[in-house]
């Protein structure tokens, strides 16, 4: 028995070692990165906006949400629908794109970075840094105080900031897709082998468990 239980802890120890080691090296980097940081939540400017729903005096069909927000000297209305989203000058009628220019200029508004150029996104992209925003989208190129590039990403409606991607976030999700084993997408966490290799890490866990109590009643005895 006492065999079996170390040959088992020994041929599966090596076979996820590398894995282990992956796990290992991606928790320390994010315990030692603020998440916040990552997001760049630090180039963002913050500012405070209290608008009414009242000034929205007009029917939206099958709307389950309304919002309002400021694009640069506009009010505008955000609905989402079960068409999707949809959004509205204070007059109920649909808006334009905004523009290259007003792009770089809510970017510059709202943070503290120098935009540069803007790229208008229409494809999604497996492992993108935009995934799971809402195309088309802006990208906006732009530089910091230390003069490294970092990514702004616009909704190309309302003009909102929706991520900023610098290479520490770049960084933080090459780890994460260690972390989860999804090398491509970077965002299934329920995938199979990941829980494959979570089994196997916990069936080598308790060998080596029983393996280490077992060594200590024999020096006992």
């Not at 315990?31 to 400017?45: P, S, T």
């Not at 996104?121 to 995934?131: A, F, L, Q, V």
């Not at 080596?208 to 005895?221: A, E, N, V």
Request: proline letters at 2%; zero cysteines.
């Amino acid at each position: 028995m006492r065999l079996t239980v170390r040959n088992t802890h020994k041929y599966l120890s090596f076979f996820i070692s590398l894995q282990l080691l992956l796990w290992t090296i991606s928790g320390i980097y994010f315990a030692f990165n603020k998440i916040e940081n990552v997001r760049g939540e630090q180039y963002r400017i913050k500012s405070l906006s209290n608008y009414s729903l009242k000034k929205v005096d007009f029917d939206i069909p099958d709307a389950t949400s309304v919002d309002i927000k400021k694009r640069l000297d506009e009010t505008i209305i955000v609905a989402s629908t079960k068409m999707g989203m949809q959004y509205f000058d204070e007059q109920g009628s649909p808006i334009q794109k905004i523009s290259d220019i007003e792009a770089k200029q809510i970017v510059k508004n709202n943070t503290l970075l120098k935009p540069i150029a803007v790229k208008e996104i229409n494809s999604p992209k497996k492992g993108s840094e935009y995934r799971g925003r809402q195309l088309p989208i802006y990208n906006v190129t732009t530089r910091n105080a230390n003069d490294k590039e970092i990514n702004v990403y616009l909704n190309v409606f309302s003009g909102e900031i929706v991520a900023i991607r610098s290479a520490q976030w770049r960084i933080w999700d090459l780890m994460w897709g260690f972390h989860i084993m999804d090398w491509q997408e970077r965002d299934n966490i329920d995938n199979l082998l990941l829980k494959i290799f979570s089994i196997l890490a916990l069936i080598s866990s308790i060998s080596g468990i029983l393996l280490f109590f077992k060594i200590d009643l024999r020096k006992k005895t």
